[in-house]
């Protein structure tokens, strides 16, 4: 077998990414209540082992020995998130909290003074409970307080932050809330959420509206979770299943904070079942047409594989993308048994293939890719480190393909690994395990795993050797 040197094009960013809910703690700035601190008080019993996000990664006392970390492990950026609920402690909304304010400027000079850029994103599932309780993304005053927030963050920031995202995932939270009922306050209600995305969209482009005013040199974007669909065949009733989930679940997002406008053939459909949103007008419209993405990040992990339906719907049931596919198991599938998730490396080619044909080769990169396992003491040797050579392979493979996608011209211009140091995941809390960095619970020690050394000189290299042949 000979190997390659795959090289990556000059001044790549190699980082993570992580979140202020997964990884900050609480801490003593003062900070609003978020829904997950309120589902935990509501339903501790959801989160696993009980865990709570009052400490995660308690990153907010350690902010400086980690960014020590993260200079250890090769990063160049870093995509952190700002926490609203700690900004406005008073639910959001009001005056603007100093303390936050020092202990972000204070994060972002150490960062930039390592040579670590700082990737900022506004949004990341915490939404302060006192404006859930308003309607959270249902409602317009949410909508007005997100971009005062937005617009804060900006101003106080600025002259810190290289790249700017507004949202991460946005469609995880419609999923969660309308959906599928893993995000507070659980309500599946499809026309709701049909709501919820419409402002949400509008918010986005609200915040890229505030942004252009400042005349920074960062750029402004968002940050998608995307995942190319295939349809189990060619037989045109599993292409056209495979259509609509992918209109459901990439587009519904992609095209308007991209392109500006919502799919057209989205619209026939919710009009068709009556599901399209109440409250939006051309003025809406406009801004969402005019304030687009000036960079795209791409969380990668899976793929979605449908077929077209083979049982009926209950029509007495609420309204779900499902009524017009199925999901499909490919056989011979490979999996991550501990995420329950597909691992198909070719799938980065395929998604950045499509923003290049579809979307403009608007400038991207990868902005979450990673592999979770549970129990990864297992792995470790006599030293207290995580052997993890299964995640350097996880690793290697995707980047192989993401090597591919830049030689057939696509734009991008980085890859961040989910995570750096192992932090709280949601509702799963520590069950899985995804950092460069391990984490002992009781003792908040940081151990710098297999992985953590081998991304220090991937980044330093700007590559590393594979068999590229094995590329399809």
């Known amino acids: 077998m000979s190997k390659t040197k795959i090289t990556f094009p000059k001044d790549f960013w190699w980082g993570s990414a992580w979140s202020a809910e997964q990884a900050e703690g609480r801490g003593e700035t003062g900070k609003a209540e978020t829904i997950w601190e309120r589902w935990y008080k509501e ?28 200079k250890q492990t090769g990063h160049n950026s870093f995509r952190v998130s700002i926490s609203w609920a700690r900004m406005f402690p008073n639910d959001g909304v009001g005056q603007v909290n100093p303390k936050a304010i020092e202990f972000y400027r204070d994060l972002f000079t150490e960062m930039n003074n390592n040579g670590i850029k700082v990737f ?79 402002f949400t969209v509008l918010a986005h482009a609200r915040a890229i509206q505030a942004f252009k005013k400042y005349n920074y040199d960062s750029k402004i974007g968002t940050i998608l ?109 490979r999996m991550n048994e501990y995420r329950g998730w597909e691992i198909y490396e070719k799938g980065i080619h395929d998604l950045c293939m499509d923003i290049k044909d579809n979307y403009g080769n608007i400038e991207a990169f990868i902005s979450e890719n990673g592999m979770g396992v549970a129990d990864e003491e297992r792995f470790m040797d006599e030293n207290g480190q995580v052997i993890d050579d299964y995640r350097i392979e996880f690793i290697q493979d995707h980047l192989a393909y993401l090597w591919k996608a830049i030689q057939d011209g696509c ?20 069950k899985n395990r995804y ?36 590329l399809i």
């Open 43 to 70: 339903e501790p019993y959801r989160f696993y082992k009980g865990i709570s996000s009052e400490v995660a990664t308690d990153h907010i006392h350690r902010y400086k020995d980690d960014v020590q970390l993260m």
């Open 120 to 198: 900022a994103n506004l949004y990341h599932f915490d939404m302060p409970a006192a404006l859930q309780d308003l309607g959270g993304w249902e409602s317009r005053e949410v909508v007005d307080a997100y971009v005062n927030y937005a617009d804060t963050c900006f101003k106080e920031f600025g002259d810190l932050v290289y790249n700017w995202f507004t949202f991460n995932e946005p469609l995880g939270p419609i999923l969660g809330t309308y959906l599928e009922g893993f995000h507070y306050p659980n309500l599946i209600d499809f026309k709701r959420g049909a709501q919820a995305t419409f």
């Open 225 to 333: 979770n995307l995942s190319p669909t295939f349809p189990r065949s060619q037989n045109p009733a599993d292409v056209k299943a495979a259509e609509i989930a992918d209109l459901f679940y990439t587009r519904s997002f992609l095209d308007p904070m991209v392109k500006g406008v919502f799919p057209a053939k989205l619209v026939a459909l919710l009009k068709e079942y009556d599901q399209m949103p109440v409250d939006f007008n051309q003025d809406d419209l406009a801004i969402i047409k005019d304030n687009t993405c000036q960079i795209l990040g791409l969380n990668y992990y899976e793929p979605r594989r449908v077929k077209a339906r083979l049982t009926a719907i209950n029509p007495d049931g609420p309204f779900l993308p499902e009524w017009f596919f199925e999901n499909y198991t490919m056989p011979g599938r």
């Open 411 to 430: 734009n991008i211009k980085g890859y961040h690994l989910w995570t750096f140091i192992d932090c709280w995941s949601w509702i799963n809390s520590y």
């Open 435 to 470: 950092g460069l960095v391990s984490l002992d619970l009781k003792t908040q020690k940081r151990t710098i795993k297999k992985s953590g050394e081998f991304y220090k000189k991937l980044s330093e290299d700007n590559g590393f050797s594979y068999d590229v042949d094995k």
